[in-house]
Structure formats: structure tokens, C-alpha cells
């Protein structure tokens, strides 16, 4: 951009010009060589040139050629940003859902939990083979079904929180950083970026269930 911008200007130029001649018949080379300093002797010119192109269409085409391309690239850049930006808010929305969702599911595990272990004990203290403790049996049966359904939808959740978390990392650029991964490639000393000791890894809108407390489940 700038060298079209220069390009408008006019342009003045310096001329700085030498020169020696010396002459001499029958291929005599040495005498016309000392000849230039004595007969012909040194000349020397200097001198100013100043040029200014009628209209200058030339150099205002290409000056104009240059600020389109400069918007070209604009555009493209704030498009870019755009959807990066458009991107990381879609994850962390994500994000957000997911963690939501576990714990929601966490929560039903709990209750199903309780309520087999409930049936359980029940049927484990109700006397006898009767008709109610066959009826309790079956409930037990169901609560048990119900508390596997939901462990595998807390799996699911698990799961999909992870992914959540793995995809806002890619759309902030700092899923190698997370993983602990070093590449291998050699860098050149001038273009490396100095990192502060501050740094801190961005961390999630919301945090997971405490691991802890997946302990206290049983499949």
C-alpha cells in the first residue's frame, strides 16, 4: 500500500555521471589507455531529473487496485473473527448444557440409587413368601433397572461434558496446551512469542460433579 501511495508522487532523481576518452590507431591499447588522463582528460556531469506522468493513471489504478485488496482482506479477517467468535460462544453454550446435564443426571442416579437400595432392604426384612413380597420383588426389580438406566445416562453425560470441554479448548486455540502436548518442530528465536509467568489456563464456565462423589454410586 504505501509503495502505490508513493507511486502518485512525483519522482526526482539525482544524476551523478563520469567518463574518460582516449583514442589511438593500430590497436595501440596502452597509449589510448594513457590518453584518457592526458588528451582526452576525465569529464564529469551532475544533474537533477524530475518526472511527473501526465495524469498518473498508471499509478493511481494501482494505488486503487491496493486499497481493494486492503478491504478484501479486512472483510475477510473481520469475517474470520466473526465466526471464531460465533464459534467459541456456541461451545461454551455447550459447555454450559453439558455440565447442566450431568448434573441432572447425577442427581437421578442418586434418587434411583436410594430408591432400589430403599426396595431393597423392604424385601430383605419383609417375613415370609407371600403374595405382597413377590409384588415387592418386582418392584425391586424395576427400581434396579431404573437405577442402571440412569447410571448409563450419567455415563452419557460424563461423556458428553468431556466432549463439550475438548471443543471449546479447539475453539480457543488451547487444546494442545490443555492435553500437555510438545511439538517437535524447531522455532526461530526472532519470532518466538515471550509468555508471562502470569499465564493461566482458561478455565470452564462451570465446573464438573466433585469425582468424589461418584464413589458413593453403585452399579
Keep these: 500500500m504505501g509503495v502505490a501511495c508513493n507511486d502518485l508522487l512525483p519522482k526526482l532523481d539525482l544524476v551523478l555521471e563520469t567518463y574518460l576518452?582516449?583514442?589511438?590507431?593500430?590497436?595501440?591499447?596502452?597509449?589510448?589507455?594513457?590518453?584518457?588522463?592526458?588528451?582526452?582528460?576525465?569529464?564529469?556531469?551532475?544533474?537533477?531529473?524530475?518526472?511527473?506522468?501526465?495524469?498518473?493513471?498508471?499509478?493511481?489504478?494501482?494505488?486503487?487496485?491496493?486499497?481493494?485488496?486492503?478491504?478484501?482482506?479486512?472483510?475477510?479477517?473481520?469475517?474470520?473473527v466473526d465466526n471464531l467468535r460465533a464459534e467459541v460462544e456456541t461451545a461454551v453454550r455447550y459447555v454450559e448444557t453439558a455440565d447442566r446435564n450431568l448434573r441432572s443426571q447425577y442427581h437421578s442416579l442418586q434418587a434411583a440409587n436410594a430408591d432400589a437400595e430403599y426396595l431393597k432392604r423392604r424385601w430383605e426384612m419383609l417375613p415370609g413368601h407371600d403374595r405382597s413380597s413377590s409384588f415387592l420383588l418386582e418392584d425391586l426389580i424395576d427400581a434396579q433397572d431404573r437405577r442402571a438406566e440412569a447410571e448409563q445416562a450419567f455415563v452419557t453425560a460424563q461423556v458428553d461434558h468431556v466432549m463439550s470441554l475438548t471443543k471449546l479448548n479447539r475453539s480457543t486455540g488451547t487444546i494442545l496446551r490443555q492435553e500437555h502436548v510438545d511439538m517437535p518442530f524447531e522455532t526461530d528465536p526472532l519470532l518466538e512469542v515471550p509468555v508471562s509467568d502470569e499465564y493461566s489456563e482458561p478455565q470452564a464456565p462451570s465446573q464438573a460433579v466433585d469425582p468424589s462423589l461418584l464413589g458413593e454410586t453403585n452399579s
Excluded at 499509478?59 to 481493494?68: G, I, Y
Design 21 to 80: 576518452t582516449g583514442l589511438k590507431g593500430d590497436f595501440n591499447i596502452s597509449q589510448a589507455w594513457v590518453d584518457q588522463f592526458s588528451v582526452g582528460e576525465p569529464s564529469y556531469t551532475a544533474g537533477f531529473v524530475f518526472e511527473v506522468p501526465l495524469w498518473r493513471q498508471q499509478a493511481k489504478s494501482q494505488h486503487l487496485q491496493r486499497t481493494v485488496e486492503l478491504r478484501r482482506l479486512l472483510n475477510k479477517f473481520e469475517l474470520t
